[in-house]
């Protein structure tokens, strides 16, 4: 495999406080990674420096070519698409809407009108409720909403924060199912931020945990499954 994703030497700030401390990784195309780590590790700060959403230094290489500095709009052209906490949906607007909004960078409106039935075949609840209001659906329906609205954009990766939040454990299993399915047949990329370690570690290929900003241990997620500090500390067992 190819790295579709390279970050080297990452520093990010919010004022005058750092959050990230020169942190390396890379991301093969294809694969699912994973960053754990505990609360205020870093972890969204990692997801919003990708996005040109936070002050940075460093170097950040998207399919070989800079794009630190860059702003987000052009990032996500670039197929970048992210998915954020708390899911960012619109409330008052209808499913389609959302999901029309998530291909507002493209042109192909023939392949647009095909993708939505593409995504209401990963989620077909999502097809039912496609013309209601996205604010009266379930918490599991508004993550479904909040991925299938990134993948409108046609991403080459996708970035998950958090996308477990607040569900219902069998809507998780549904949602990372779906996940996998979209990795392997679509060859989306993608970078998960997850509490729930076990969720993550069964997911990815590879896995890096954060503490305090900085990446303290890496490698492949059976490998990482196995620490025993990692099962200590975030497995529970």
Do not use: W
């Amino acid at each position: 495999m190819t790295a579709l994703l390279e970050v080297s030497g990452l520093y990010a700030a919010y004022g005058s406080t750092s959050v990230l401390h020169g942190i390396g990784f890379t991301l093969e195309t294809g694969s699912i990674t994973t960053l754990l780590g505990a609360n205020g590790a870093g972890k969204t700060t990692t997801l919003r420096a990708l996005c040109g959403m936070v002050k940075t230094a460093g170097e950040i290489r998207f399919a070989g070519d800079r794009i630190d500095g860059q702003a987000t709009e052009d990032i996500v052209r670039r197929g970048i698409a992210h998915v954020p906490d708390g899911r960012g949906t619109f409330l008052q607007l209808t499913t389609e809407e959302n999901l029309r909004l998530g291909a507002y960078t493209r042109k192909d409106r023939r392949e647009i009108a095909r993708d939505y039935e593409r995504i209401y075949t990963y989620f077909p609840r999502l097809k039912e409720r496609r013309t209601q209001q996205a604010g009266t659906l379930s918490g599991g329906e508004q993550q479904m909403l909040a991925i299938s609205r990134a993948l409108m954009m046609r991403p080459r990766l996708l970035l998950l924060d958090e996308p477990s939040f607040g569900l219902a454990p069998l809507v998780v299993r549904e949602i990372f199912g779906i996940m996998r399915t979209i990795n392997q047949t679509e060859k989306v990329s993608i970078l998960l931020v997850e509490q729930n370690a076990a969720l993550a570690l069964n997911l990815a290929d590879r896995a890096y945990l954060l503490e305090t900003g900085r990446i303290v241990l890496a490698g492949p997620s059976a490998e990482i499954r196995e620490n025993e500090a990692v099962r200590r500390s975030y497995l529970g067992n």
